[in-house]
């Protein structure tokens, strides 16, 4: 608890920018709509699996079958 300078808060902000960064990285060479797709569906998956692995939550089928088609979505809007 030092605020600003703890390593809980700096860790956070770290995290917080990443996306941030990766914006930028991906505008030279992706159009805004892909990287949109990306983002959303990378974002799907994460907290799919941080919900199952770290909390323990259950998949049901039709979850499955969203994350699925974010995957599919990532991969076919990836493919130039």
């Known amino acids: 608890p030092r605020g600003w300078t703890s390593a809980t ?5 770290s995290l917080y920018a990443l996306p941030a960064l990766g914006w930028f990285v991906l505008m030279k060479s992706h159009s805004l709509a892909a990287i949109a797709v990306i983002y959303s569906g990378s974002n799907i998956i994460i907290l799919a699996a941080l919900g ?5 939550e259950t998949i049901s089928g039709r ?3 969203g994350i699925g088609l974010a995957l599919a979505a990532i991969l076919l809007i990836g493919d130039k």
Do not use: A, D, P, S
């Not at 808060?9 to 902000?13: E, I, V």
């Open 52 to 56: 199952y692995f770290v909390f323990r």
């Open 63 to 65: 979850e499955l079958v």
């Open 9 to 13: 808060f700096l860790l956070g902000m």
